[in-house]
Antibody, heavy 120, light 106 residues
Framework: EVQLVQSGAEVKKPGESLKISCKGSGYSFTSYWIGWVRQMPGKGLEWMGIIYPGDSDTRYSPSFQGQVTISADKSISTAYLQWSSLKASDTAMYYC?????????????WGQGTLVTVSS | DIQMTQSPSSLCASVGDRVTITCRASQSISSCLNWYQQKPGKAPNLLIYAASSLQSGVPSRFSGSGSGTDFTLTISSLQPEDFATYYCQQSYSSPQTFGQGTKVEI
C-alpha cells in the first residue's frame, strides 16, 4: 500500500527556519515524482513544486522559486520542504503528494498534511 | 504559466441532481487535466486523471470529458457524501496549476 506520512504540526516565529518531511513507503521511492501543495487558511490549492527522487530533478512554481527549497533523501525515502526565513504569510497547510504515474499524471497519493503556523 | 479557470465558484444542489463543473485552460493542455475532491479538514482526493480516466475506487457517477482548453467534471446523481470542493489541475507543464475550486453545497 502506497503511503506518504508527513511530519507533525509546527509553530514558528517569523525569521526562523523550518524543514518539514514526507516519508514514502509501499512503492519504489525513486521512480515517482513527489510534489508539494500549499493551502492557506480558507483558500484553494497552490502547486509549489515537484522533485523526482531518482535524480533530484526539481521544478518550482515561479511563485515559490527562491522562497522554499524542495529536496529528497532517497536513502530514507523522504522528501523535504524547507524555509530559511519564515514569514507570517507562510502560515498554511502543506501537503506532499505522489504522482499517480509519470510527470503528466495526476497526484494520486497524498500525505495527511503538515500545518505550519508562523506567529510572533 | 497556464491559468486554470473553474466555473462556477460555488453551486447549490440537491441529492440526486446532475452536477456539471467546467474548467478552462489559458492554452491547450491536450488531455493533461485532473480533477480532485476535497472535504473540510482532509487532503484532496484524485477523482479523474487524463481528463476522462476514473481513478481506482472512485464511484462511476463521476466522469470527466474534454481536451485542449475546455474540460468538464460531471456528477450524474449527487450523493450526500459528494458535498465538497472540487479542483481541476493541469499536469501538462510546470507549474502544474490548479483552478480556484468549486464548492458544491446543499
Amino acid at each position: 500500500e502506497v503511503q506518504l506520512v508527513q511530519s507533525g504540526a509546527e509553530v514558528k516565529k517569523p525569521g526562523e527556519s523550518l524543514k518539514i518531511s514526507c516519508k514514502g513507503s509501499g512503492y519504489s521511492f525513486t521512480s515517482y515524482w513527489i510534489g508539494w501543495v500549499r493551502q492557506m487558511p480558507g483558500k484553494g490549492l497552490e502547486w509549489m513544486g515537484i522533485i523526482y527522487p531518482g535524480d533530484s530533478d526539481t521544478r518550482y512554481s515561479p511563485s515559490f522559486q527562491g522562497q522554499v527549497t524542495i529536496s529528497a533523501d532517497k536513502s530514507i525515502s523522504t522528501a523535504y520542504l524547507q524555509w530559511s526565513s519564515l514569514k507570517a504569510s507562510d502560515t498554511a497547510m502543506y501537503y506532499c503528494a505522489r504522482h499517480r504515474d509519470g510527470y503528466n499524471s495526476g497526484l494520486g497519493y497524498w500525505g495527511q498534511g503538515t500545518l505550519v503556523t508562523v506567529s510572533s | 504559466d497556464i491559468q486554470m479557470t473553474q466555473s462556477p465558484s460555488s453551486l447549490c444542489a440537491s441529492v440526486g441532481d446532475r452536477v456539471t463543473i467546467t474548467c478552462r485552460a489559458s492554452q491547450s493542455i491536450s488531455s493533461c487535466l485532473n480533477w480532485y475532491q476535497q472535504k473540510p479538514g482532509k487532503a484532496p482526493n484524485l477523482l479523474i486523471y487524463a481528463a476522462s480516466s476514473l481513478q481506482s475506487g472512485v464511484p462511476s457517477r463521476f466522469s470527466g470529458s474534454g481536451s485542449g482548453t475546455d474540460f468538464t467534471l460531471t456528477i450524474s446523481s449527487l450523493q450526500p457524501e459528494d458535498f465538497a470542493t472540487y479542483y481541476c489541475q493541469q499536469s501538462y507543464s510546470s507549474p502544474q496549476t490548479f483552478g480556484q475550486g468549486t464548492k458544491v453545497e446543499i
